[in-house]
């Protein structure tokens, strides 16, 4: 169900574990939630703060793999950015969200592969008799 049955913490941590995700290490990510929160996936930690959800596409399949606590998405993550954004939270902090990769939301790692010239104008490739 997508209703919230329990009380959720200051934190409500949802990873995505959707196919783009897994592909790209969500895996891993779930691995150091765990690991830094100390609880499972549907546990809340014991102070009440970070419950750990597992949920389907959160729809940043292109930035995967992603969290999204509350309403911030974490994108591009590593273990260490995992870390670095729960303890942040721990410490009363809030990180930055978006990529952690230092792209600008979802634009390639690369160079431009399309819509790289000016769009033609109306009537482009027109015959001239119509």
Known sequence: ???????????????????PCWLRGSDEILAALKENLGVGV???????MFPISEVECLGAC????????????????????THEILDDLKAGK????????GRYAAEPFGKLTSLTEPPTGPGFGVRSDL
Do not use: W
Not at 42 to 48: A, H, L, V
Not at 94 to 101: C, E, L, M, T, Y
């Open 94 to 101: 809030k990180p930055a969200a978006g990529p952690r990769s």
């Open 1 to 19: 169900t997508m209703f919230m049955r329990n009380p959720v913490g200051k934190y409500h941590v949802q990873i995505c574990t959707t196919t």
């Open 62 to 81: 292109v930035n995967a793999p992603m969290i999204q606590i509350n309403d911030d998405y974490y994108e591009d993550l590593t273990v260490k950015d």
């Open 42 to 48: 549907g546990q809340t930690t014991k102070d009440k």
